[in-house]
C-alpha cells in the first residue's frame, strides 16, 4: 500500500493545467477555499512512533508528499524546512513530490542538500509544450538526484526529446479526471512513448483520464476505470517495479 502524505492542504492555481485542479474539485463539495493553504494534523506523519516506540511508517515505503498542493508553493515556506528536516532523518523513506514550481526549488533547499537527498523524487509536471520547455531545462539543471517527468493532465502533444537525458528516471503520462475533464488524444500517449523508447527512458502510462480519443473515437471512462484501463493498454516501458 503506497502512504500519501500531505503536510498541507491547498493552492493556487498557475498553469493550464490545474484549471480543473481535483484539489478544488474536492474542497468545493466542502465549501473549503482551496487558496487558502495550511497545515495539516498530518504534519509530522514520517516521525510518528507507536507505542512500541517504531515509526508508525515502517522503513522502505515510499511516501506520495504533497498530494493536495504543490510542494513548492510560496505560502508552505515557513513550513518546508521542518518537512526536509524530517525527510533526512527518515531516509529509510523514499519520498517524492511533483511540482509546478521547479523555478522555485534552489531558493528554498535546505543547507546540506547538496546535489540532492538519496531518498526525494522530484517530478516535474508539465501538462503541454508550453510548460515543458519552461520547466524542463530548469528541471534538468536543477541539483536533484531522481527526476521524473509527469506529463498530466497530458492537454497535447509534447516533444521532450531535447529532455530526454539519462538524468530523467521515469516519464509518466496521464489524462484529465473529473466532470470537465479535457480530451487526451491516445496519439499523444503513443507519440511520447515512442520518443522514451528511442532515448530508453523508462515510461509509464499511469491514467487515461476521463476522455480519450483513440482510433477517432470518444471514450468515456470512469474514475474507477482509469488506471486500470491505461495499465491494460500495456504500453508501459522498462518499468519494473509498481507501487
Ligand atoms: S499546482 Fe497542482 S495542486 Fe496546485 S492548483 Fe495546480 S494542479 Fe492544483
Request: hydrophobic fraction near 35%.
Amino acid at each position: 500500500m503506497p502512504v500519501y502524505w500531505n503536510p498541507w492542504h491547498g493552492c493556487r492555481k498557475i498553469s493550464e493545467g490545474c484549471r480543473h485542479c481535483y484539489v478544488y474539485r474536492q474542497d468545493e463539495q466542502h465549501a473549503l477555499d482551496s487558496t487558502q493553504a495550511r497545515k495539516t494534523a498530518a504534519f509530522g506523519l514520517p516521525v510518528r512512533r507507536s507505542r512500541d516506540g517504531r515509526f508508525k511508517i515502517p522503513a522502505g515505503e515510499r511516501v506520495y508528499t504533497c498530494f493536495t498542493s504543490d510542494f513548492l508553493l510560496e505560502e508552505a515556506d515557513a513550513w518546508r524546512p521542518e518537512v526536509w528536516a524530517m525527510m533526512r532523518l527518515r531516509h529509510d523513506l523514499t519520498f517524492m513530490f511533483f511540482t509546478k514550481r521547479i523555478e522555485r526549488l534552489r531558493t528554498v533547499l535546505p543547507p546540506d542538500w547538496g546535489e540532492g537527498y538519496e531518498n526525494v523524487i522530484v517530478g516535474c509536471t508539465v501538462e503541454n509544450q508550453e510548460q515543458a520547455e519552461q520547466r524542463l531545462p530548469v528541471f534538468l539543471d536543477a541539483p536533484i538526484r531522481h527526476r521524473v517527468i509527469v506529463g498530466a493532465p497530458l492537454l497535447g502533444p509534447l516533444e521532450l526529446a531535447p529532455y530526454l537525458s539519462p538524468a530523467i528516471e521515469e516519464v509518466s503520462v496521464g489524462g484529465e479526471s473529473g466532470p470537465e475533464a479535457r480530451t487526451c488524444d491516445y496519439d499523444w500517449v503513443l507519440s511520447i512513448r515512442q520518443q522514451c523508447v528511442g532515448a530508453d527512458i523508462p515510461f509509464r502510462y499511469h491514467q487515461t483520464g476521463a476522455r480519450l480519443r483513440k482510433d477517432g473515437r470518444l471514450y468515456r471512462i470512469r474514475r474507477a476505470d482509469q488506471h486500470a484501463q491505461a495499465r491494460k493498454a500495456g504500453i508501459d516501458y522498462k518499468i519494473t517495479h509498481r507501487e
